[in-house]
Protein backbone atom coordinates (compact mmCIF):
# COMPACT_ATOMS: atom_id res chain seq x y z
CA UNK A 1 0.00 0.00 0.00
CA UNK A 2 1.49 3.42 -1.18
CA UNK A 3 0.47 6.96 -0.87
CA UNK A 4 1.78 10.66 -0.57
CA UNK A 5 0.99 13.73 1.45
CA UNK A 6 -1.39 15.85 0.74
CA UNK A 7 -1.40 19.66 1.24
CA UNK A 8 -2.80 19.13 4.89
CA UNK A 9 0.29 16.36 6.01
CA UNK A 10 -2.50 13.22 5.41
CA UNK A 11 -1.55 10.49 3.88
CA UNK A 12 -4.00 9.95 0.79
CA UNK A 13 -4.46 6.22 -0.19
CA UNK A 14 -5.09 5.26 -3.97
CA UNK A 15 -7.41 3.12 -4.49
CA UNK A 16 -5.82 1.14 -7.24
CA UNK A 17 -2.63 0.03 -4.40
CA UNK A 18 -5.34 -0.74 -1.63
CA UNK A 19 -5.67 -3.89 0.00
CA UNK A 20 -9.36 -3.06 0.86
CA UNK A 21 -12.15 -4.44 -1.09
CA UNK A 22 -14.57 -1.44 -2.22
CA UNK A 23 -18.24 -2.88 -1.19
CA UNK A 24 -20.76 -3.19 -3.01
CA UNK A 25 -24.86 -3.67 -2.28
CA UNK A 26 -25.83 -7.04 -2.53
CA UNK A 27 -28.24 -7.32 -6.05
CA UNK A 28 -31.71 -7.93 -5.25
CA UNK A 29 -33.79 -11.62 -6.46
CA UNK A 30 -34.40 -10.14 -9.79
CA UNK A 31 -30.57 -8.97 -10.08
CA UNK A 32 -31.50 -5.39 -9.81
CA UNK A 33 -29.77 -2.72 -7.36
CA UNK A 34 -31.59 -2.85 -4.10
CA UNK A 35 -32.10 1.03 -3.96
CA UNK A 36 -32.87 2.30 -7.55
CA UNK A 37 -31.50 5.74 -8.20
CA UNK A 38 -34.59 7.74 -8.26
CA UNK A 39 -35.49 9.65 -11.78
CA UNK A 40 -35.23 13.54 -11.81
CA UNK A 41 -39.02 14.91 -10.95
CA UNK A 42 -40.17 17.32 -14.12
CA UNK A 43 -40.56 20.63 -13.34
CA UNK A 44 -43.76 22.19 -14.49
CA UNK A 45 -44.21 24.33 -17.24
CA UNK A 46 -44.33 27.67 -17.29
CA UNK A 47 -47.50 29.64 -16.34
CA UNK A 48 -48.83 26.46 -14.46
CA UNK A 49 -48.62 25.34 -10.97
CA UNK A 50 -50.61 22.62 -8.49
CA UNK A 51 -53.22 22.84 -5.98
CA UNK A 52 -52.97 20.56 -2.69
CA UNK A 53 -54.27 17.59 -4.57
CA UNK A 54 -51.47 17.75 -7.67
CA UNK A 55 -54.17 19.10 -10.11
CA UNK A 56 -52.96 21.76 -12.37
CA UNK A 57 -54.80 24.52 -12.13
CA UNK A 58 -54.67 27.68 -15.02
CA UNK A 59 -56.79 30.69 -16.01
CA UNK A 60 -59.56 32.13 -14.51
CA UNK A 61 -60.05 31.87 -10.78
CA UNK A 62 -63.02 31.03 -8.80
CA UNK A 63 -62.83 31.95 -5.33
CA UNK A 64 -63.32 28.49 -3.72
CA UNK A 65 -59.71 27.63 -5.20
CA UNK A 66 -61.86 25.06 -7.48
CA UNK A 67 -59.56 24.45 -10.52
CA UNK A 68 -61.56 26.54 -13.39
CA UNK A 69 -63.90 24.96 -16.15
CA UNK A 70 -65.26 26.52 -18.91
CA UNK A 71 -67.72 29.19 -17.95
CA UNK A 72 -66.29 27.75 -14.22
CA UNK A 73 -65.06 32.05 -13.41
CA UNK A 74 -67.20 34.72 -13.18
CA UNK A 75 -66.74 38.11 -14.03
CA UNK A 76 -68.75 41.13 -13.20
CA UNK A 77 -67.58 44.69 -15.41
CA UNK A 78 -68.64 47.77 -14.97
CA UNK A 79 -68.30 50.50 -18.36
CA UNK A 80 -68.78 46.88 -20.47
CA UNK A 81 -70.24 48.87 -23.17
CA UNK A 82 -66.95 51.03 -23.65
CA UNK A 83 -63.89 49.75 -26.18
CA UNK A 84 -61.83 48.73 -23.11
CA UNK A 85 -64.67 47.53 -21.28
CA UNK A 86 -65.97 45.74 -24.51
CA UNK A 87 -62.94 44.20 -25.20
CA UNK A 88 -62.09 43.29 -21.69
CA UNK A 89 -65.56 40.85 -21.25
CA UNK A 90 -64.78 39.29 -24.66
CA UNK A 91 -61.17 38.34 -23.39
CA UNK A 92 -62.38 36.91 -20.02
CA UNK A 93 -65.38 34.79 -22.20
CA UNK A 94 -62.19 33.37 -23.87
CA UNK A 95 -61.00 32.22 -20.83
CA UNK A 96 -63.53 30.78 -19.25
CA UNK A 97 -65.86 33.28 -17.50
CA UNK A 98 -69.29 33.82 -17.46
CA UNK A 99 -69.87 37.57 -17.21
CA UNK A 100 -72.45 39.71 -16.42
CA UNK A 101 -71.62 43.28 -18.79
CA UNK A 102 -73.11 46.24 -16.74
CA UNK A 103 -73.09 49.81 -18.31
CA UNK A 104 -75.40 52.60 -17.95
CA UNK A 105 -75.69 53.54 -21.53
CA UNK A 106 -77.85 50.56 -22.38
CA UNK A 107 -75.25 49.52 -24.89
CA UNK A 108 -74.28 46.59 -22.87
CA UNK A 109 -77.40 44.50 -24.57
CA UNK A 110 -75.47 44.43 -27.36
CA UNK A 111 -71.97 43.86 -25.91
CA UNK A 112 -73.23 40.66 -23.95
CA UNK A 113 -75.57 39.49 -27.45
CA UNK A 114 -71.93 39.49 -29.32
CA UNK A 115 -70.31 37.67 -26.13
CA UNK A 116 -73.11 34.60 -26.38
CA UNK A 117 -74.76 32.94 -23.71
CA UNK A 118 -71.49 33.51 -21.05
CA UNK A 119 -72.82 36.81 -20.60
CA UNK A 120 -75.43 38.92 -19.70
CA UNK A 121 -76.10 42.91 -19.89
CA UNK A 122 -77.43 44.72 -16.83
CA UNK A 123 -77.60 48.28 -16.70
CA UNK A 124 -76.30 50.26 -13.78
CA UNK A 125 -75.74 54.09 -12.32
CA UNK A 126 -72.54 52.97 -10.45
CA UNK A 127 -72.97 56.66 -8.86
CA UNK A 128 -76.45 55.57 -7.27
CA UNK A 129 -75.67 52.61 -4.74
CA UNK A 130 -78.95 50.68 -4.74
CA UNK A 131 -78.18 50.56 -8.35
CA UNK A 132 -74.84 48.57 -7.35
CA UNK A 133 -75.99 46.73 -4.93
CA UNK A 134 -79.13 45.54 -7.16
CA UNK A 135 -76.12 44.77 -9.70
CA UNK A 136 -74.38 42.48 -7.49
CA UNK A 137 -77.59 40.94 -6.43
CA UNK A 138 -78.44 39.94 -9.79
CA UNK A 139 -75.23 38.73 -10.11
CA UNK A 140 -75.47 36.59 -7.74
CA UNK A 141 -78.84 35.44 -8.61
CA UNK A 142 -77.95 34.38 -12.43
CA UNK A 143 -74.41 32.97 -11.47
CA UNK A 144 -74.62 31.80 -8.04
CA UNK A 145 -71.47 33.93 -6.82
CA UNK A 146 -69.26 36.60 -8.01
CA UNK A 147 -65.33 35.66 -8.22
CA UNK A 148 -64.29 38.57 -9.88
CA UNK A 149 -64.84 42.77 -10.32
CA UNK A 150 -63.52 44.47 -13.45
CA UNK A 151 -64.03 48.32 -12.77
CA UNK A 152 -63.68 49.74 -16.22
CA UNK A 153 -66.66 52.82 -15.72
CA UNK A 154 -65.92 56.31 -16.45
CA UNK A 155 -66.31 59.62 -18.27
CA UNK A 156 -63.65 61.52 -20.33
CA UNK A 157 -60.81 63.35 -18.29
CA UNK A 158 -60.02 66.03 -20.39
CA UNK A 159 -60.06 69.59 -19.45
CA UNK A 160 -62.74 71.85 -19.72
CA UNK A 161 -62.02 74.74 -18.97
CA UNK A 162 -58.92 77.01 -17.59
CA UNK A 163 -60.31 76.09 -14.11
CA UNK A 164 -62.12 73.40 -12.62
CA UNK A 165 -66.04 74.12 -11.23
CA UNK A 166 -67.81 72.37 -8.78
CA UNK A 167 -69.91 70.78 -11.57
CA UNK A 168 -66.84 69.43 -13.17
CA UNK A 169 -65.31 68.39 -9.72
CA UNK A 170 -68.27 66.00 -8.61
CA UNK A 171 -68.88 65.04 -12.62
CA UNK A 172 -65.57 63.00 -12.60
CA UNK A 173 -65.06 61.95 -9.09
CA UNK A 174 -69.02 60.47 -8.57
CA UNK A 175 -67.64 58.05 -11.32
CA UNK A 176 -64.41 57.52 -11.26
CA UNK A 177 -63.84 57.67 -6.99
CA UNK A 178 -67.22 56.88 -5.74
CA UNK A 179 -68.34 54.50 -8.19
CA UNK A 180 -65.33 52.68 -7.32
CA UNK A 181 -65.52 52.82 -3.64
CA UNK A 182 -69.33 52.00 -4.33
CA UNK A 183 -68.28 48.37 -6.46
CA UNK A 184 -65.76 47.45 -4.21
CA UNK A 185 -67.60 47.84 -1.01
CA UNK A 186 -70.08 45.57 -2.43
CA UNK A 187 -68.02 43.28 -4.31
CA UNK A 188 -66.24 42.97 -0.99
CA UNK A 189 -69.88 41.60 0.82
CA UNK A 190 -70.41 38.95 -1.41
CA UNK A 191 -66.65 37.83 -1.97
CA UNK A 192 -65.90 37.29 1.86
CA UNK A 193 -68.37 34.99 2.43
CA UNK A 194 -67.82 33.28 -0.40
CA UNK A 195 -63.85 32.62 0.02
CA UNK A 196 -62.70 35.44 -1.61
CA UNK A 197 -61.67 36.82 -5.08
CA UNK A 198 -60.61 39.10 -7.55
CA UNK A 199 -61.01 42.94 -7.62
CA UNK A 200 -59.60 44.87 -10.79
CA UNK A 201 -59.94 48.39 -11.08
CA UNK A 202 -58.95 50.73 -13.76
CA UNK A 203 -57.25 53.74 -13.25
CA UNK A 204 -54.67 56.02 -15.54
CA UNK A 205 -51.41 56.98 -16.09
CA UNK A 206 -52.58 60.87 -15.31
CA UNK A 207 -52.80 59.65 -11.64
CA UNK A 208 -48.86 59.50 -11.65
CA UNK A 209 -48.14 63.02 -13.17
CA UNK A 210 -50.14 65.74 -14.52
CA UNK A 211 -50.45 66.33 -18.61
CA UNK A 212 -51.95 69.85 -19.16
CA UNK A 213 -54.69 68.31 -21.34
CA UNK A 214 -56.16 66.24 -18.55
CA UNK A 215 -58.43 67.72 -15.80
CA UNK A 216 -56.78 67.59 -12.49
CA UNK A 217 -59.28 66.74 -11.25
CA UNK A 218 -59.71 63.52 -13.23
CA UNK A 219 -55.81 63.12 -11.82
CA UNK A 220 -56.87 63.31 -8.63
CA UNK A 221 -59.68 60.94 -8.54
CA UNK A 222 -57.73 58.59 -10.54
CA UNK A 223 -54.74 58.64 -7.62
CA UNK A 224 -57.99 58.12 -5.34
CA UNK A 225 -58.58 54.81 -6.83
CA UNK A 226 -54.62 54.34 -6.29
CA UNK A 227 -55.35 54.25 -2.68
CA UNK A 228 -58.76 52.88 -2.34
CA UNK A 229 -57.63 49.59 -4.17
CA UNK A 230 -54.37 49.54 -1.56
CA UNK A 231 -56.68 49.86 1.27
CA UNK A 232 -58.98 47.36 -0.01
CA UNK A 233 -56.31 44.56 -0.65
CA UNK A 234 -54.32 45.47 2.97
CA UNK A 235 -57.83 45.12 4.47
CA UNK A 236 -59.31 42.11 3.03
CA UNK A 237 -56.36 40.33 1.91
CA UNK A 238 -56.93 38.08 5.10
CA UNK A 239 -60.87 37.45 3.35
CA UNK A 240 -59.21 35.75 0.60
CA UNK A 241 -59.81 38.99 -1.34
CA UNK A 242 -56.85 40.38 -4.33
CA UNK A 243 -57.16 44.24 -5.07
CA UNK A 244 -55.30 45.64 -8.03
CA UNK A 245 -55.18 48.40 -10.49
CA UNK A 246 -54.47 48.82 -14.42
CA UNK A 247 -53.26 52.34 -14.74
CA UNK A 248 -53.47 52.57 -19.12
CA UNK A 249 -51.67 55.46 -20.84
CA UNK A 250 -52.72 56.80 -23.94
CA UNK A 251 -55.02 54.16 -25.76
CA UNK A 252 -57.03 54.04 -28.80
CA UNK A 253 -60.21 53.62 -27.59
CA UNK A 254 -63.49 54.53 -29.17
CA UNK A 255 -63.20 58.23 -27.43
CA UNK A 256 -59.99 58.33 -28.30
CA UNK A 257 -60.53 57.96 -31.73
CA UNK A 258 -62.13 61.58 -32.18
CA UNK A 259 -58.79 63.07 -30.96
CA UNK A 260 -57.22 65.53 -33.61
CA UNK A 261 -54.87 63.27 -35.54
CA UNK A 262 -51.50 65.20 -34.68
CA UNK A 263 -52.29 65.25 -30.76
CA UNK A 264 -52.77 61.43 -31.35
CA UNK A 265 -49.50 61.59 -32.94
CA UNK A 266 -48.01 63.53 -30.11
CA UNK A 267 -49.84 61.80 -27.32
CA UNK A 268 -48.68 58.32 -28.91
CA UNK A 269 -45.32 59.82 -29.26
CA UNK A 270 -44.73 59.75 -25.33
CA UNK A 271 -44.79 56.28 -24.69
CA UNK A 272 -41.48 55.32 -24.48
CA UNK A 273 -42.45 52.60 -27.30
CA UNK A 274 -43.46 55.25 -29.47
CA UNK A 275 -47.46 54.62 -29.93
CA UNK A 276 -50.24 54.37 -28.48
CA UNK A 277 -51.83 51.61 -26.42
CA UNK A 278 -54.68 49.14 -27.88
CA UNK A 279 -57.56 48.03 -25.51
CA UNK A 280 -56.49 44.56 -25.73
CA UNK A 281 -53.32 45.61 -24.23
CA UNK A 282 -54.97 46.94 -21.03
CA UNK A 283 -57.55 43.78 -21.46
CA UNK A 284 -55.18 41.22 -21.08
CA UNK A 285 -53.42 42.89 -17.94
CA UNK A 286 -56.47 42.84 -16.44
CA UNK A 287 -57.03 39.14 -17.22
CA UNK A 288 -53.78 38.40 -15.82
CA UNK A 289 -54.44 40.41 -12.55
CA UNK A 290 -57.59 38.44 -11.81
CA UNK A 291 -56.47 35.05 -12.30
CA UNK A 292 -54.77 32.68 -10.55
CA UNK A 293 -51.70 33.52 -12.30
CA UNK A 294 -51.22 36.46 -10.27
CA UNK A 295 -52.40 34.77 -6.53
CA UNK A 296 -49.82 36.42 -4.81
CA UNK A 297 -50.08 40.22 -6.70
CA UNK A 298 -52.40 42.17 -4.67
CA UNK A 299 -52.27 46.31 -3.69
CA UNK A 300 -50.31 47.52 -6.58
CA UNK A 301 -51.09 49.45 -9.53
CA UNK A 302 -49.36 48.27 -13.05
CA UNK A 303 -48.84 50.88 -15.27
CA UNK A 304 -50.01 49.71 -19.15
CA UNK A 305 -48.67 53.37 -20.96
CA UNK A 306 -45.91 51.65 -22.85
CA UNK A 307 -43.07 53.50 -20.43
CA UNK A 308 -44.99 56.94 -20.52
CA UNK A 309 -44.48 57.00 -16.82
CA UNK A 310 -40.96 56.03 -16.34
CA UNK A 311 -40.43 59.74 -17.97
CA UNK A 312 -39.38 62.87 -16.23
CA UNK A 313 -41.58 64.63 -18.36
Excluded: C
Aim: hydrophobic share 40%; aromatic share 4%; glycine share 10%.
Amino acid sequence: MTGRATSRGRRRIHPAHSSRKPRTRPPSASGAPEHPRRPARRRPPPNSWRTHDNRKRRGVRTSAGRPAQRQGGRDHGDGAAGTIGAVTAAIFVQEGARVLAADISGAQKETALSLGPAAAPFQVDITREEDVEAMFAHAVETFGRVDILVNVAGNPGGRRGPEVTVEEFESLTSVHLLGTLLTNKHAVRVMAPAGGGAIVNFSSAASFNIDERISMAYSAAKSGVNSLTKSVAVLHGAQGIRANAVAPGFTLSKKNHRVPPAAMKELGGKAALGRAGQPEEQAHVAAFLASDRASFVTGVVVPVDGGWSARLA
